[in-house]
């Protein structure tokens, strides 16, 4: 079965500084990677995914995050953080094939200060 | 085109009660996810409902059940509520028939049990 883990609960950087939230993932076959964001009372919102192809994936909002197969992991970054940026972050793994969900890290909460 | 729409937003049951939630997908996505969300757990994974038929389930007691129906639309339901049932419960459809597309998740429902 695919599991998700994010190591840090909480990530803090100052306003301008490149910001990392880590995630790496366990799955038996080929992974599909995915990003989410949760503003408070809010449902999660896409930011980027890993199907295939280019190691690096570019999403919303400036965030891009690097498919690492060795290290089965895959970071999301940025390299400027802004204060709006804070908010709680979701990595999301999915084996692939039709009949497979998709799993969730525990989150990470990242605070970005002025 | 319209977003996931779950109702109650907010809802305050006593132990011992049943709830019924309700997710109305995006037109057109046939898959339907169900996501229980509680501060330090991340998202646990309930159960996928793919035209009208659980495709996945996750790890819970038997007192979690859904359905679909045949315009798409699910619910699901929580018998004899216990305290640790309150969480935020999160809606997800995707359009993508072989499971590489993003979830897009509706704003959830709050439930409290007292």
């Known amino acids: 079965a695919q599991s998700v883990a994010q190591p840090e609960d909480q990530v803090n950087v100052a306003e301008g500084n490149p910001l990392t939230v880590k995630c790496t993932y366990s799955v038996s076959g080929n992974p599909y990677l995915f990003w989410y964001v949760q503003y408070p009372n809010r449902g999660l919102q896409f930011l980027l995914k890993?199907?295939?192809?280019?190691?690096l994936v570019k999403g919303s909002y400036g965030f891009e995050a690097e498919f690492n197969k060795s290290q089965t992991s895959f970071h999301l970054k940025k390299p400027s953080a802004l204060v709006s940026d804070s908010a709680l972050y979701f990595c999301?793994?999915?084996?692939?094939?039709?009949?497979?969900?998709?799993?969730f890290g525990a989150g990470t909460r990242l605070t970005v200060k002025p | 085109k319209a977003g996931v729409t779950q109702t109650p937003r907010y809802l305050i049951k006593t132990r011992g009660q049943q709830v019924t939630l309700s997710c109305s997908p995006i037109?057109?996505?046939?898959?339907v996810s169900w996501y229980q969300q509680t501060p330090g757990q991340g998202l646990q994974f309930l159960f996928e409902y793919f035209s009208e038929t659980q495709r996945n389930k996750g790890n819970f007691p038997g007192r979690f059940s859904g359905r679909q129906f045949s315009n798409s639309r699910s619910e699901m339901n929580v018998s004899t509520l216990e305290l640790g049932d309150s969480a935020l419960y999160l809606c997800?459809?995707?359009?993508?028939?072989?499971?590489?597309?993003?979830?897009?998740f509706g704003e959830g429902s709050r439930l409290t049990v007292l």
């Open positions: 999301a793994v999915r084996e692939k094939g039709p009949d497979n969900d998709m799993r």
């Open positions: 997800a459809c995707q359009g993508d028939r072989v499971n590489t597309g993003e979830l897009f």
């Open positions: 890993y199907i295939t192809g280019d190691n």
């Open positions: 037109s057109g996505h046939r898959s």
